[in-house]
C-alpha cells in the first residue's frame, strides 16, 4: 500500500512494503526517486536491515548457530504497519515475527520515519532491542536518484561533490561472491571533494567510503547546477552505486555497516561497522535529502 505525504514544495510516496520511498518529486514534478526499472535494478529507497551488503554465501553464525539471509537483510520483504501519519510526515513499525527470526533470532522494533520540511525529505530510523541478549546489527539507506534532470543534459553532465576535501581508497567490492575486499583499491580520492560522473566507475559495483570529512554529499549537473544533497551524520559509511549496465541514476546510500569482509570470519557480531543493542536499548539514525 501506497501513503502519500506532502507540504508546500514537496509530495513523497513510501510503500508500506519494506517501509521503502518510492517517490519524491518538487513543484516541477521532477521525480527524483528512480522507479525500478528491472532493466537496471528493481529498487527505489530500500531500507536495509540488519545487515548491509551481502553475507559470505548468505550465510552467518550467531550465538552458535546457522542462518540464512539474503543482500541488505530482512526488512525490505517485511510488510511494515503505520503507526502515525499526518499530511507531510509518516511513521511506520516492523516488529519481529516467525518470518524474521528464521534469518535474525532476535525480537526487534524497527521504525522507519519520512518528514517533509521545506525541500526536504528527512529519513529516520529507530532500531530497539525487544530481547533478553544482545543485539547486533546494521542499517542503512539505499535511495537511487534519477538522473539527468533535463532533456538536453546527459549522465556525464553530473557530478558527485562532497563538501570537504577527501583523501580516500575505496574497497573493492568481488561481483561475483558481493565481498568487500579492504585490501584492494577499486578507486581514490586524492585531496579533492569533486569526482565526476561516468558509467565506468561503476563497472565494479560501488564506491564505498569510510570516515569521511565530509557529512554532506551532492549529485549536481555541472550544467544547470541541479540535483540532490545528502546529509548523512550518525553514518560512518557512504556507498555510492549506479548498475553496471550504465543506469541512469545514482544512489547515494549511507551505512552503518557493509558487506561481509574477505578478511572477516562469518560470526554476525564481528562483522565490521556492526553495532549492538542491549535489551531494552535503542538506537536512532537519520538522513536527509535536499532538492537543489
Known amino acids: 500500500m501506497l501513503i502519500h505525504i506532502k507540504n508546500e514544495n514537496e509530495t513523497a510516496a513510501i510503500d508500506t512494503l519494506g517501509a521503502e520511498l518510492v517517490s519524491f518529486m518538487g513543484d516541477d514534478g521532477f521525480e527524483h526517486i528512480w522507479q525500478g526499472d528491472k532493466t537496471y535494478w ?51 513499525q516492523l516488529t519481529a515475527n516467525e518470518e524474521t527470526k528464521k534469518q535474525y533470532p532476535f525480537d526487534f522494533v524497527l521504525t522507519v520515519s519520512y518528514y517533509l520540511t521545506g525541500s526536504s525529505i528527512t529519513t529516520k530510523f529507530t532500531v530497539k532491542n525487544a530481547d533478553t541478549k ?5 542499517i542503512g539507506g539505499h535511495p537511487g536518484f534519477n538522473i539527468p534532470i533535463q532533456s538536453d543534459e546527459i549522465f556525464e553532465d553530473y557530478d558527485i561533490v562532497f563538501e570537504e576535501k577527501e583523501e580516500q581508497k575505496c574497497p573493492t567490492l568481488d561481483m561475483e561472491s558481493c565481498l568487500i575486499d579492504f585490501e584492494k583499491t577499486n578507486f581514490e580520492l586524492d585531496d579533492t571533494d569533486t569526482i565526476p560522473l561516468q558509467h565506468s566507475l561503476f563497472y565494479k559495483d560501488a564506491l564505498v567510503f569510510e570516515n569521511l570529512n565530509s557529512t554532506c554529499v ?22 555510492i552505486w549506479s548498475a553496471a549496465n550504465d543506469g541512469p541514476y545514482v544512489a547515494l546510500e549511507p551505512w ?37
Open 42 to 92: 528493481g529498487g527505489h529507497a530500500p531500507v536495509l536491515f540488519p545487515i548491509v551488503g551481502a553475507l559470505r554465501d548468505n550465510r552467518t553464525c550467531i550465538n552458535g548457530e546457522w542462518y540464512e539471509m539474503k543482500r541488505h537483510g530482512v526488512a525490505r520483504h517485511e510488510e511494515f504497519t503505520v503507526t502515525e501519519q499526518g499530511e507531510d510526515y509518516v511513521t511506520l
Open 134 to 138: 544482545p543485539m547486533p546489527f546494521c
Open 256 to 292: 552503518t555497516g557493509c558487506a561481509t569482509a574477505v578478511q572477516e570470519d562469518d560470526v554476525f557480531e564481528k562483522k565490521h561497522g556492526m553495532r549492538t543493542l542491549q535489551p531494552g536499548e535503542e538506537a536512532e539514525y537519520a538522513y536527509t535529502v535536499f532538492e537543489i
Open 218 to 239: 551532492s549529485l549536481k549537473s555541472r550544467q544547470s547546477g541541479r540535483g540532490v544533497m545528502m546529509e548523512f551524520s550518525g553514518f560512518p559509511m557512504l556507498g
